[in-house]
């Protein structure tokens, strides 16, 4: 079973900056997919940003340029650094991870930009 804590969400200007962090602990290993995604109300969820345990990584096309996902392999943790935020940025942040074929899920935590 794996947990995961989600952290960083907040209200900000746009234009403004964030960065969200997602701790897993449980039983896992080395090998898997951490990435992040987004509900805005009206929405579908839709994939943000993924990385590997490599450190590759895959962005959607409407945050490439101003967020970065990394990760830190040794405390099991994802980071999502969010810059130059616009009101469309503003949904529920999910964190995921992907091992042996199964999807776990954070609570979610609020992005909310506007001025």
């Known amino acids: 079973q794996v947990q995961l804590v989600e952290s960083g969400g907040g209200s900000v200007q746009p234009g403004g900056s964030l960065r969200l962090s997602c701790a897993a602990s449980?039983?896992?290993?080395?090998?898997?997919?951490m990435g992040w995604y987004r509900q805005a109300p009206g929405k579908q969820r839709e994939l943000v940003a993924a990385?590997?345990?490599?450190?590759?990584?895959n962005y959607a096309d409407s945050v490439k340029g101003r967020f970065t996902i990394s990760r830190d392999n040794a405390k099991n943790t994802v980071y999502l650094q969010m810059n130059s935020l616009k009101p469309e940025d503003t949904a529920v942040y999910y964190c995921?991870?992907?091992?042996?074929?199964?999807?776990?899920w954070g609570q979610g935590t609020q992005v909310t930009v506007s001025s």
């Open positions: 995921n991870l992907h091992f042996l074929n199964r999807d776990y």
């Open positions: 449980g039983s896992i290993f080395s090998i898997y997919v």
């Open positions: 990385i590997t345990s490599g450190r590759s990584t």
